[in-house]
């Protein structure tokens, strides 16, 4: 169970980077700062500010990012973990 929803998250994660990429590469350059950029593209689709701020930083190569989008879809203790603090370090030991 656990590995399907990290496969789910890290497609996530990659469509995120992919439209980063995209959106230089096309020279659609984001506004500065990485929360603005947030806001300009919707904030990612269904998840919050804070996850999309998260994922564009690529804070602690993605793990972070892939407990908050756990979080947003309401799948974190259904995932297994106990909380969010849970799901972060259980990913920096693998």
Do not use: W
């Not at 992919?18 to 947030?38: D, H, I, N, R, T």
């Not at 564009?56 to 603090?85: H, M, P, R, W, Y």
Request: aromatic fraction near 8%.
């Amino acid at each position: 169970m656990k590995r399907s929803f990290l496969v789910i998250g890290m497609s996530l994660v990659l469509l995120l980077s992919l439209a980063v990429v995209a959106s230089a590469f096309l020279q659609l350059a984001p506004p500065p700062g990485v929360g603005e950029f947030c806001t300009s593209i919707g904030n990612g689709g269904p998840f919050s500010h804070d996850t999309c701020v998260v994922c564009a930083n690529k804070g602690n190569n993605g793990q972070v990012c892939f407990c908050k989008i756990l979080e947003d879809l309401g799948t974190l203790t259904t995932s297994g973990f106990t909380s969010f603090g849970n799901c972060v370090e259980t990913f920096l030991k693998m």
